[in-house]
């Protein structure tokens, strides 16, 4: 297939799936002629772009994606004259920018792999941690040599065996195999008595391949161009790639140690990528030191990672708690660290108390991500049960690398607890690279002059709130601009949870509602000082800068309304009944803005409801903010959800006219 494109200015062709998988025909004037394989799931990706230069790598990793922009590095080139010019920013381990030189020219520098491809070469060059700029020199490519030097060669060959072909220099060589203009193989090929073995890739198939190869000798390249037909087909001595299950990774093994007054009588690690692949999970006896997460570059990033200590006679412990999680170099930085809606999301402590009975009682200590709808029995240690008790201890991913507690175990202990205990850490259900580890640093006998960090309750944080909604003596102005005395007289519905944890947001989301007898008003104020306009070009509207006021005018917690206005002041409603039906509210809406942040006023007629209104009323709902990437994913809700539902009509706040 070939298609026309325009040319913007400057250079036009990046492609880098498997290389190069488009192919420039000719550049004449301001147009160019591409030709794209039509072959299904050949071609990778294809970008016109004005830089001759791309990520190939971050901190020895290849990017799946090759832009200027991604995994927190970026990079930018300029051909001047005969020079190209290469500005890149890296993230700590450093990467690597890839180059096409010009037609005809290529890259002089003794740090970059160069490699010729077709009629243009490419350099791979590496570039250091921080902010770098490179004048990387250029020198014509040199000129092919008339007598070719390459000649020779199989005509045929059996898929799977190696093809040797005649060479009159003694390298080293650069090898290309193509197929239908595609490349398979690019790199070096051994030469051996004059002539180059190359095996031919596994997977290839019966038909046609073309085999180019290049040197240099006497200040020129010697070139040789091959058609070889492939027979038959490959078929490698591999195992099928679906693994059987083989479960978790990990052991629980007696010890006795002794250390900083602890006696530790049992080590344990779990760990498990949910696809045969080990995370990563840690207990160091000795150093009384234990935790775990998620790798660095797993295969999927639902997995777990645990350890863990047995301690006999333990009562008062100061831990040292250091994660990965703030502000962690991963694929997703930036990003939140994990999706609220799974339940099983999770990064803290589990303490597992012993009495004579055994082990009986499970506590969950959140250390940033906890939700009281967890119903795991992992790890596979102590009570190995879900937990009778969720506790959120400290926000600590989220607010450092390192922080340091004092917990007091007795606490959430069961009657008749012996001080025998297993205490576990990590992470589960999180990005890459999210990790926990905890250090016990001193041990006492008792609170007595100690700072104990005692936590909260999960379900209190979580616990359904009351709104009580003011009678306005004048109906505001529905203009967005929030001026009204009706609102200055209305409660403040303030402290947004965020979804699935027990922590706000930066942006400190307040709203409002008051009443009269023909309207509910409702106003949001909305803080933002993390971008500089709202995200509005999604086509969902919850994955844009959004307000949402859910109400279930009867209170049955059953069936409710969504009113959702977007910073824009596009308005969608969408309707939860058992039923299925459908209703669509006669709702009068504004958006305004202000310095650093933007505001929505709604006016919803009580007749649209289906109710008359009257001081004492009850019903149930929630205030919703949506805070779309980039730069957070942030569901900020009045009335707390633990998750998954951003609006679960069971956990609705109750909302009475006053």
């Known amino acids: 297939m070939r298609r026309e494109v325009y040319r913007q200015s400057g250079w036009a062709l990046d492609a880098v799936g498997r290389l190069l998988d488009v192919r420039i025909i000719e550049a004449p004037g301001e147009r160019i002629e591409l030709a794209l394989p039509t072959t299904r799931d050949i071609l990778t990706m294809a970008v016109l772009a004005n830089s001759p230069a791309r990520v190939f790598s971050v901190d020895g990793t290849r990017v799946n994606f090759h832009g200027t922009d991604v995994l927190d590095a970026s990079i930018e080139a300029t051909p001047t004259g005969d020079t190209i010019r290469l500005s890149g920013t ?61 000649t020779g060669g199989q005509s045929e060959i059996e898929a799977g065996e190696a093809l040797a072909l005649s060479f009159g220099a003694g390298g080293p060589v650069t090898a290309m195999i193509t197929r239908d203009d595609v490349p398979l193989y690019l790199g070096p090929a051994p030469v051996v008595d004059g002539r180059v073995t190359l095996a031919v890739p596994e997977q290839l198939e019966a038909g046609e391949i073309e085999i180019a190869l290049s040197t240099e000798a006497d200040g020129r390249l010697l070139r040789g161009h091959f ?12 195992p099928p790639w679906r693994l059987p299950y083989t479960g978790p990774f990990g052991e629980v093994a007696e010890v006795d140690v002794e250390a900083r007054g602890l006696h530790v009588i049992g ?17 160091e006896p000795e150093a009384l030191c234990f935790g775990g997460g998620i790798a660095d570059a797993p295969v999927t990033r639902y997995g777990y990672g645990y350890g863990a200590l047995e301690l006999e006679n333990a009562r008062v412990l100061r831990l040292r708690i250091t994660n990965t999680f703030f ?28 009495t004579d009975a055994g082990y009986i009682r499970r506590v969950a200590l959140g250390l940033g991500i906890i939700n009281p709808k967890r119903e795991i029995g992992r790890p596979e240690w102590g009570a190995a049960a879900v937990p009778q008790e969720y506790i959120a201890l400290a926000d600590a991913i989220n607010e450092g690398r390192e922080t340091t507690v004092t917990i007091d175990l007795a606490r959430w202990a069961p009657e008749g607890w012996d001080g025998r205990c297993w205490l576990t850490a990590g992470a589960e259900n999180v990005y890459p690279s999210r990790r926990l580890y905890v250090e016990i640093v001193e041990a006492f006998d008792s609170p007595e002059g100690h700072s104990i960090l005692e936590g909260q309750a999960v379900g209190d944080l979580f616990a359904i709130r009351d709104y009580t909604v003011v009678r306005a003596e004048q109906p505001p102005t529905i203009d967005g601009q929030l001026d009204d005395e009706a609102w200055r007289v209305a409660n403040p519905a303030a402290d947004f949870r965020l979804l699935g944890k027990v922590s706000g947001s930066e942006q400190a989301t307040t709203a409002w509602a008051v009443w009269d007898d023909e309207h509910l008003y409702v106003a949001y104020r909305c803080p933002e000082s993390e971008k500089q306009q709202p995200t509005l070009t999604s086509e969902k509207i919850w994955n844009r800068d959004t307000v949402d006021t859910a109400l279930d005018p009867d209170g049955d917690r059953e069936d409710f309304q969504q009113v959702m206005v977007d910073a824009a002041g596009r308005v969608e409603q969408f309707t939860k009944r058992p039923d299925g039906l459908t209703e669509c509210w006669d709702v009068r809406t504004a958006v305004g803005e202000y310095e650093g942040g933007w505001s929505v006023e709604l006016a919803i007629p009580w007749s649209e409801m289906g109710v008359e209104p009257a001081s004492g009323m009850t019903m149930t709902g929630n205030f919703v903010r949506y805070r779309p990437y980039p730069p957070v994913d942030e569901m900020h809700t009045w009335s707390p959800m633990p998750g998954p539902a951003i609006n679960d009509p069971e956990r609705f706040a109750i909302f009475t006219l006053q």
């Open 90 to 150: 890296m993230p700590e381990g450093g990467g690597e920018a890839l180059i096409v030189a010009p037609r005809g020219r290529r890259i002089v520098d003794d740090a970059a792999r160069l490699a010729p491809f077709g009629d243009l070469w490419l350099a791979v060059v590496p570039l250091e941690a921080g902010k770098s700029t490179l004048e990387l020199a250029l020198e014509d490519v040199p000129p092919t040599h008339p007598d070719g030097g390459i």
């Open 267 to 283: 080590a344990a690690t779990e760990h498990f990528d949910g696809r045969n692949g080990p995370q990563v999970g840690i207990a």
């Open 327 to 354: 502000d962690a170099w991963t694929f997703n930085r930036g990003m939140p660290s994990y999706h609220p809606q799974y339940t099983s999301t999770f990064a803290g402590m589990f303490v597992d108390y012993h």
């Open 227 to 238: 058609r070889v037909s492939v027979t038959g087909s490959y078929q490698p001595d591999l």
